[in-house]
């Protein structure tokens, strides 16, 4: 755990919260800052600020306890969302997934989806590099 993370401090007790699921590795809690009644993050216990800095182990429960908090919720829309560095909106650098109900178009999250036109041999050439290493 990190020192002067928040989310470590919340997992150590230090700051309180609102805790909804505990295990061994995992982690969740409702949003103080909600976008909609029922906002939840899950995250793990594994310090790390990208999904890339924590052990596959330390992230098979994250799925799991996203659906309990879905189905705990009654939450019939939702988005399950996480975000990876500063320009991808997150806010603070530990792991974290949330649970966001989507109950009406005013609450919840809002997106835009700035699709791209395709072109697709060089589509198909990502493809190829990407399945390479895979």
């Not at 949003?31 to 992230?59: E, M, W």
């Amino acid at each position: 755990m990190a020192a002067t993370c928040i989310f470590c401090k919340i997992i150590k007790g230090d700051i309180p919260s609102f805790k909804l699921f505990e295990s061994e590795r995992i982690f969740a809690f409702l949003d103080i800052q909600p976008l909609s009644k029922g906002h939840a993050l899950v995250i793990p216990k594994a310090h790390g600020a990208k999904l890339t800095d924590i052990p596959d182990d330390q992230l098979q429960e994250i799925l799991p306890v996203a659906k309990k908090l879905v189905l705990a919720t009654g939450a019939e829309n939702y988005n399950i969302l996480q975000n990876n560095g500063a320009i991808a909106h997150q806010q603070v650098n530990h792991v974290h997934f949330h649970m966001i109900p989507k109950p009406n178009v005013e609450e919840g999250l809002r997106i835009g989806w700035p699709m791209q036109k395709t072109d697709m041999d060089k589509l198909k050439s990502l493809f190829e590099e990407i399945k390479a290493k895979m």
